[in-house]
């Protein structure tokens, strides 16, 4: 699936990726492939994007509360602010 992730600056991220990790307002949760159309509000804290279904290769950023939709196997992320955080592996 495609992910972008967007501040009012910049484009953070834009590519394919087996899923990505995002803390909503009621908790973190997972998209993945294929998942169904949504829309949800974001709070401060730790995106994850998993770039494999091994999860060997993953990226994190650190960001400032946004929104999140998925559409047609895309997702866009919209945040106030976000910076890279540890990017292991």
């Known amino acids: 699936m495609n992910l972008e992730i967007l501040t009012p600056e910049r484009k953070l991220y834009s590519g394919e990726v ?17 998942h169904a159309p949504m829309v949800s509000a974001l709070k401060a804290g730790k995106l994850k994007v998993l770039k494999d279904k091994s999860q060997s290769e993953s990226a994190s950023y650190s960001i400032q509360g946004g929104f999140v939709e998925v559409f047609n196997n895309k997702v866009t992320v919209l945040v106030e602010g976000a910076v890279p955080a540890d990017s292991s592996r």
Do not use: A, S
């Open 18 to 34: 087996y899923g990505v990790q995002l803390p909503g307002v009621d908790g973190l949760f997972e998209v993945l492939e294929k």
